[in-house]
């Protein structure tokens, strides 16, 4: 009928609506891309770069270990983030650990929705207003 809406297969729906998900970038690991995207910041003194590292290999990897990009969800950062305390890890180091995951998916998996929720900075806003205090400038 004439007044019927032509349909639009939901993969172009969700590009519409901005909330598609490029599959491709969703199947990688934090173990599979979190080291290779510290060594491409070129930016870093050694000092950083050792810190990432060192956030990386004690608290990140640990915590994501065997999870696809894709399959976290904004739900698994904030308990990222709320595991971390209650582990007692200083809020500055806390922080940082955020900072760090939130730069590996922002560039590496930039389509999953926990991208997107980072982006908006959610979970920033919580990280920032329990743990700014006490973290210095990297």
């Known amino acids: ?3 019927a809406e032509p349909f639009v297969a939901p993969e172009e ?10 599959p491709e970038h969703g199947k990688t690991t934090l173990e599979e891309c979190g080291p290779t995207w510290t060594q491409s910041r070129v ?4 000092s950083t770069r050792a810190a990432d590292e060192s956030l990386l290999r004690n608290h990140v990897l640990p915590y994501f270990a065997g999870r ?3 399959s976290v969800r904004p739900t698994d950062v904030q308990a990222f983030v709320v595991a971390l305390e209650a582990k ?5 180091t ?3 650990a955020y900072l760090l995951v939130a730069g590996v998916f922002l560039l590496q998996a930039p389509d999953v929705p926990a991208s997107r ?7 920033c806003q919580y ?4 743990h700014s205090h006490s973290a210095g400038p990297r």
């Open 88 to 92: 007692g890890v200083s809020p500055a």
């Open 94 to 96: 806390v922080r940082l």
């Open 68 to 70: 696809k990009l894709g």
């Open 127 to 130: 990280v920032n207003e329990r």
């Open 117 to 123: 929720y980072l982006r908006k900075g959610c979970a």
């Open 43 to 46: 930016d870093l003194r050694p």
């Open 1 to 3: 009928t004439p007044d």
């Open 13 to 22: 729906a969700d590009k519409q609506r901005g909330v598609w998900t490029d």
